[in-house]
Structure formats: C-alpha cells, structure tokens
Nanobody, 124 residues
C-alpha cells in the first residue's frame, strides 16, 4: 500500500524559515522523481520544486534562491527548506511522488501519488 505523508507546516512571520518533510513508502518502483506543490483556495495547484532520483532539481521562479529541495533515497524521504518566507508563500503544500513518463515536473497531472498536504501560513 502506497503512503505519502507530509509534516512540518506551521505559522511563521515573514522572513522566517520552515522545513517541510515527506515520507513515501510502498511505491511500485525503486527510483522515481518527487516534487513539492502548493495550492491556495481558488487557484491551481502549482509546482514549487522537483527533484529526480539522481538529485537534479528544478524550481519555480518565485522560490528560486529561497527554497531548497532535497531527498534521502535510502530513507525514501523528501524535504523542502524554505527560507526568507513571504506572505505570498502561504498555501497548502503537497508532496508528490512518481513522475509519470513524459510528464512535466511542475504539472499536477504528472504525478501518481500525493500526500494529504500541510498548511504553511506566513504573516507580514
């Protein structure tokens, strides 16, 4: 049974940092890409950062230089270090796993497995 679980969300002031974690288990293949997405009510879920099994990364322009995605393949875990947070980073953050063949890293339709989300709130 596949399980994808996020943790680490919370409420912070602008300029502060948060670290999100994601644990994945039961996936049907041993190597897979993962990503973080976020969504606010009324808007599309957007890709924040993606990472391939080999460690290569991609970032949305709005977070480049502030967020860092990383993974530990031995533990099947994913992390997102978020620094210099802004109020516009407020959203529900989701962990996604298993990028399907030919899919774009930042498309919500490209991933097969999702976590339940963790809320990040940044106040000014």
């Amino acid at each position: 049974q596949v399980s994808v679980v996020e943790s680490g969300g919370g409420s912070v002031q602008a300029g502060e940092s948060l670290r999100l974690s994601c644990s994945a288990s039961g996936l049907p293949q041993s190597s897979y890409s993962m990503a973080w997405f976020r969504q606010v009510p009324g808007k599309e879920r957007e890709g924040v950062a993606g990472i391939r099994f080999d460690g290569s990364t991609r970032y949305a322009g709005s977070v480049k230089g502030r967020f860092t995605i990383s993974r530990d393949n031995s533990k099947n875990t994913l992390a997102l270090q978020m620094n210099s947070l802004k109020p516009e980073d407020t959203a529900m953050y989701y962990c996604a796993a298993l990028l399907m063949s030919g899919g774009d890293w930042n498309s919500r339709y490209s991933y097969k497995y999702w976590g339940q989300g963790t809320q990040v709130t940044v106040s000014s």
